[in-house]
């Protein structure tokens, strides 16, 4: 089983900054790949961005058209974490922003953490 708990959210204004943390624990050999998802009020959730494991396709990343340039995705293996560095806030990036731990086909989330972007 694997635990991942997200950190880092709050209320900032537009233009702002903010960065999200992703911690797993548990059995969290083989990871493949984490990424942060969001879910505004009525809107189905969306990917954010991606990162995926040395091992299984090089550490790449990837991120919606919607925040390239803007935010960052990085993670640290020593302590099992991703982060989200969110800069140039919009209000449109309001919303709960959620974990997601894959491997060997299961996926875990965390409960999700709010950003409010609003002045």
């Known amino acids: 089983q694997v635990q991942v708990l997200e950190s880092g959210g709050g209320l900032v204004q537009p233009g702002g900054s903010l960065r999200l943390s992703c911690a797993a624990s548990?059995?969290?050999?083989?990871?493949?790949?984490m990424a942060w998802y969001r879910q505004a009020p009525t809107k189905p959730r969306e990917l954010v961005a991606i990162i995926f494991s040395e091992n299984f396709s090089g550490g790449n990343t990837d991120y919606n058209d919607s925040v390239k340039g803007r935010f960052t995705i990085s993670r640290d293996d020593d302590k099992n974490s991703v982060y989200l560095q969110m800069s140039s806030l919009k209000p449109e990036d309001t919303g709960v922003y959620y974990c997601?731990?894959?491997?060997?086909?299961?996926?875990?989330w965390g409960q999700g953490t709010q950003v409010t972007v609003s002045s």
């Open positions: 997601r731990y894959h491997r060997r086909a299961s996926d875990y």
């Open positions: 548990g059995d969290i050999s083989n990871f493949e790949f």
